[in-house]
């Protein structure tokens, strides 16, 4: 399984992708769901993928191998980000047209999805949502965020936390909750995190991490998320409806 | 979408479901999901359902039509909630095989699942839950509990504060603050929520609620679980490591 998430705020973009791969419970590794584009000055591209790990490599290598021919349209020359998706889409396509007949005939799902945002000069920062099917759609003001993968468990907190002016310190927080909680309920997503940085209109990669099992931050915010949920657990009030009931378990003689 | 929990504690059971049903987007409908079937001092039973209601509905009128012709086994004579379980499940094949063709032939989703749960004189409490082919599992000491339906958003919180030896009043607001997350995130889950406690041994319905929007006691429990998380996450320490990033957006030329 896997967890993506990318958050598109006023004051810039967050990525983060776990790295756990399960194909089969024999076959659980680690493989990096992040792939950075970046030409300093001109553009910073991050892609983000889940499904099929065949398939969402090969798209994005197809996407890097074509960046090497200056004779065709490529990520390194397009003027948009929109562009940027369309040749993502058109690659995941291209492979699954490619490979997709070989692997239905063992049922294998050749579905992926990919997350992909980022800024190139002359244009706002900007980030989309490639479904399996090589279409996409944009983030907007009012859901200025994306996920992939095991989406839900870690859902819940950016609702509650996120939006369009949230700082970056915050959100990155936010994001680390997130899978805090994505990993406590789904063993199948798992650490390091690679988290991405990247202040609006920077144009170079301002910040990455590679978070493993010793990042101290991380253990810090998981201890204490969980103690702070546990407390006001605790002070929420007991139904009173309910003091009969507890009342009458007390005297009631058990089988 | 519905959403229904069960738990199986040493002080009782609770048993907690939505009563929002939509067959399309222009036909959204409050259906309970509850049935009980209770003779004091002798058997109290609980099932809840999730998926296509006709088959729900069918397998459990099937169920209880049965249960007036003593001629026949049936849930008001077996000896054990394992045999209930067993005539729920036979009762969802029965009904699936006589309905599931023309479903199909729509390409309509017949599936099903039922969480039973209760006890008879003579036996312990049992907790079990009906899949769509119409096996069963059962709950036992290391995870007390069951859901069907839109399970991923209200898992957290019960698997943070739940095990066997929780009061029933606490388990009572656990699955509150469970329904609460749930209906927040997937707006098909809905309220009014059906209730129901039962005490160890007690043999009779202890207590039921029927929680509407006007239930003050749920509306102080979300407002206060959402303020007191936003606190906790409030409080919790900023990545001292991106302090920089914060500084150096605070100084860079925008675009």
């Excluded at 892609?47 to 890097?64: H, P, R, V, W």
């Excluded at 063993?187 to 991405?196: C, E």
């Excluded at 990455?208 to 010793?214: A, L, M, N």
Aim: aromatic fraction near 10%; hydrophobic fraction near 40%; glycine fraction near 6%.
């Amino acid at each position: 399984m896997t967890y993506c998430v990318a958050l598109k705020l006023n004051a810039g973009l967050v990525f983060a992708s776990d790295s756990r791969t399960n194909a089969g419970v024999d076959q659980i590794a680690c493989f990096k769901k992040m792939r950075t584009f970046v030409n300093p000055d001109d553009r910073v591209i991050v892609i983000m993928s889940s499904g099929n790990l065949s398939i969402t490599q090969n798209a994005i290598n197809l996407l890097e191998q074509r960046g090497r021919h200056f004779d065709q349209r490529n990520i390194w020359d397009v003027d948009s980000m929109f562009e940027v998706a369309q040749l993502l889409g058109e690659a995941l396509r291209e492979v699954r047209q490619h490979d997709g007949v070989f692997l239905a005939q063992n049922n294998v799902d050749a579905s992926a999805n990919f997350i992909v945002g980022g800024q190139l000069r002359g244009e706002a920062m900007r980030l989309f949502l490639v479904y399996a099917e090589g279409n996409f759609i944009e983030a907007g003001e009012e859901t200025p965020y994306f996920q992939i993968g095991e989406t839900k468990y870690g859902k819940p907190i950016i609702d509650r936390v996120i939006n369009s002016d949230t700082p970056l310190s915050d959100a990155v927080k936010c994001v680390l909750v997130s899978f805090d909680s994505t990993m406590r309920s789904n063993l199948s997503v798992g650490l390091p995190i690679d988290l991405v940085c990247y202040n609006r209109s920077s144009l170079k990669l301002d910040f990455q991490r590679h978070i493993t099992q010793d990042d101290a931050y991380f253990s810090q915010i998981s201890r204490r998320w969980s103690e702070g949920l546990k407390g006001v657990f605790a002070s929420l009030p007991n139904p009173e409806w309910l003091r009969d009931i507890d009342m009458s378990h007390r005297f009631s003689a058990d089988s």
